[in-house]
DNA sequence: TTTTTCGTGATACGACCGTACCATGATGTT
DNA sequence: AACATCATGGTACGGTCGTATCACGAAAAA
């Protein structure tokens, strides 16, 4: 046999080929020939690797929230070894903002397969339901958490703030993207929300 | 000269068959055949009103914010007569939710509208930051309103909640058009700003 | 009544898209 | 050494898309 190539290894290529040109130029604009050229590969291989573009579609969104996720992670590793419930949640909240480049694509493409699986059925299968459900649940827990602990306000809603908080993140995110809000305004609103939720912390009486 | 047609009006038309139509199929799946069809005219005829496809997307997006602003405007009519502040913000808020077909389409074709404009330059030129821009400026004002009236509580930051609202509102529509979240548990949240915002009525104590 | 101009139709053109097909090195196996 | 098979390139095909072109009836203006 020949040369026997890494094929996870050279779809996640041509999935990070998809996800550069498709952040630049937008997903609907994105063709095979696109991704084939920004990979720096034939077109013939794109379709080799991946036989249809729905697939490579689809391989795409699940390449696009692996590498959110790693993301989330980083930051929340950068909050320093056990961050409390309100690092925690501040670092997801705004690992989602389009603060940087990375984030900029982040939210652009998962906000285009979003609104894409409304129509397109195909995409609609799962991963639409799962992921904004486990961040929800995630950050139920932790405003569960830190109310359990005396960090947070006893008489807060855990699900209700966490959904909120994720709303809102969303949305201003796209409101950045669009030009209309500064990341900095959006931070601020965050962050009044979250003096709001949670107590001063009774660490060190200054 | 010959018949001598209403152009606005049949722009007008052929602007609610594209609506029409990308409500159906998602506005990147539409194409000038499918709106001629939808509109019951020749291909020609779409081409003859609007020169270009961008054209026709644009006056698209004018004639989906007219449309929208005429809902907003009868959901505030059937509130009653000098409907409270209170009232007049859950009429601006539950407006822009999916919860009929016509505010899933509306949902669907503005963010989609949104989307676009952040890579297709042409879109990007005026619209996206004006229309949200009047909604947060109206929702803050009548937020101050309240609160010097006694109605909302006095520590409240108009803007700021404001902005909140309009953003929750926003991506919890996404999730009820994906199909994440049911309109019910949206004007739930919903609700549950508007009672920490708001103070309670204090007209006729029971 | 002639003429000009508007509204409308049918159709053609060039470009691009996703996909399919054919060919050919390279590399293991036998 | 011969062969089977994987990886890759080149290219062609059918379809669709936005746009342009040609043509014609109808009605207001002369």
Redesign the pocket.
């Known amino acids: ?5 890494d ?1 996870e290894e ?1 779809r996640a290529q041509i999935a990070e080929a998809l996800i550069r040109v498709a952040g630049r130029r937008g997903l609907h604009a ?5 991704v084939a050229a920004e990979a720096g ?5 794109v ?2 690797y991946f ?4 697939k490579l579609l689809f391989y795409g969104l699940q390449h696009l929230t692996a590498r959110f996720t790693a993301r989330v992670g980083a930051r929340l590793a950068a909050a320093g070894p056990d961050p409390g419930p309100r690092a925690t949640v501040e670092a997801l909240l705004l690992a989602s903002l389009p603060t940087d480049e990375e984030g900029r694509t982040f939210h652009l493409l998962y906000s285009s397969y979003a609104i894409l699986s409304v129509t397109d059925g195909a995409l609609a299968a799962q991963p639409f339901i799962d992921n904004p459900d486990a961040a929800e649940n995630a950050l139920t827990g932790l405003l569960e958490t830190a109310r359990n602990a005396g960090l947070a306000d006893p008489s807060v809603a855990p699900r209700t703030e966490a959904v909120s908080l994720l709303a809102m993140a969303a949305a201003m995110g796209t409101s950045i993207l669009v030009g209309q809000r500064t990341p900095e305004s959006a931070i601020a609103v965050l962050h009044h929300h979250l003096n709001r939720i949670f107590t001063p912390t009774p660490t060190k009486p200054q």
């Open positions: 046999m020949p040369k026997r190539v094929h050279r994105v063709g095979m020939r696109d590969v034939s077109l013939r291989l379709q080799y036989e249809t573009k729905e």
